[in-house]
């Protein structure tokens, strides 16, 4: 999640400088975030889409 607005370039490039070859992007209308350990609690709105990875696929 980003705080602040990111184009479709610099949002590719920096998962590519990463050596990620897919992602997947949210936009702010639906996504939103839970992180109460950064102090970053968004409960407005429904909530639609839960990602989550838990090991590197080789």
Do not use: R
Not at 21 to 49: H, R
């Amino acid at each position: 999640m980003s705080k602040k607005e990111i184009n479709f370039y610099d949002f590719a490039k920096y998962f590519k400088n990463k050596g990620c070859k897919n992602a997947l992007y949210l936009d702010g209308f639906v996504s939103k975030t839970y992180l109460p350990q950064q102090n970053w609690i968004q409960t407005d709105g429904d909530f639609g889409v839960i990602i989550g990875l838990t090991e590197k696929i080789k």
